[in-house]
């Protein structure tokens, strides 16, 4: 019987440690397959940040959101801290292969100090003939720093990151004292959609890219100044018919921002409109047949089931 006692007790440890590595198995075998691609919204308020990933975390970040628009200063807040680096730590990504600075205001680029100390950046792309002597010195020294490759929005009009192609948009308007209209535009083109991404471009931009560029069907439109009256014409989303439209701004912001009459634009044509300030940070599988947003919460939910299915 003493015996038996004892080799039921050592199959049972057996047995347990088998159901635990198995366990284990099925969760490093989840997490290690290659992941979906994203394109992500951060909630940063009255700002902009957003990500593309592709299904090997190659990455582009978009902006770094940050406090105040003029006389911009290198001191971060905690809007890296607390929203964009806790998002790019859950996706496990630790690199970002190109950040893109649109245009020299401190709501896009405020945080970057921040950001280059926490995160390994290769390369930086910006239009430097938008930037104030002084500033474009600040971010030259960081990267020098940093061993950061800055790359002229001129010199890059395209850009291949595993099967997506981003172009680089030339719409700069170098007379304009207006920084909005130095801002890239880029347009992402995976799994045969298509997601512009406007930055603060005015109406006078717009105009440009119609002119200059020919534009598909666009299925994503990152809404140009926060969804601000200088953006969005009418002619221009009449081409561009977005299916779903993202705005990034913040809550009670001074401007009053999303304009109405902007977001009746877009609903008249068609799209589904989202905006940071009710649906926090959202991400977009652009691996799915049927695009559709989650927030922060559905994505960390369906992670959770994921690993554990």
Do not use: W
């Not at 911009?72 to 730590?89: G, M, Q, R, T």
């Not at 950040?99 to 950046?121: Q, R, S």
């Not at 109405?260 to 877009?266: A, G, M, S, Y």
């Amino acid at each position: 019987n003493i015996l038996i006692a004892y080799y039921l007790l050592v199959y049972k440890k057996i047995f347990k440690s088998l159901i635990y590595f198995l366990i284990t198995l099925v969760i490093i075998s989840t997490l290690s397959k290659p992941s979906n691609v994203e394109l992500t919204i951060f909630d940063v308020g009255q700002g902009d940040s957003i990500l593309f990933k592709s299904n090997t975390n190659k990455t582009v970040l978009i902006d770094t959101g940050g406090k105040g628009e003029e006389n911009f200063e290198f001191k971060h807040h905690n809007i890296a801290k607390y929203k964009i680096l806790p998002s790019l730590k859950r996706r496990g990504i630790t690199t970002i292969d190109y950040l893109i600075i649109t245009h020299p205001h401190a709501d896009h680029m405020g945080e970057l100090p921040y950001i280059i100390d926490h995160v390994k950046i290769k390369n930086l792309i910006l239009n430097s003939d938008g930037f104030p002597k002084h500033l474009l010195n600040q971010v030259h020294n960081e990267c020098k720093k940093k061993r950061i490759n800055i790359i002229e929005a001129k010199n890059i009009p395209q850009i291949k990151i595993d099967d997506t192609e981003l172009e680089i948009y030339d719409t700069f308007i170098s007379s304009s004292s207006d920084k909005n209209e130095y801002s890239i535009i880029t347009l992402i083109k995976y799994n045969n959609r298509n997601i512009l991404l406007m930055g603060d471009a005015t109406k006078n931009n717009e105009d440009i890219l119609l002119k200059k560029y020919h534009l598909p069907t666009i299925d994503i439109l990152k809404v140009g100044h926060h969804g601000s009256r200088t953006s969005s014409s009418e002619e221009f989303i009449k081409k561009i018919q977005p299916r779903l439209s993202l705005i990034s701004s913040g809550k009670h912001n001074k401007y009053k921002l999303p304009n109405d009459e902007v977001i009746e634009r877009l609903k008249r044509y068609g799209s589904l409109v989202y905006d940071t300030q009710q649906n926090g940070e959202m991400t977009i599988n652009l691996d799915k047949h049927h695009l559709s947003v989650l927030n922060v919460k559905d994505h960390l939910k369906t992670i959770a089931r994921e690993v554990t299915q």
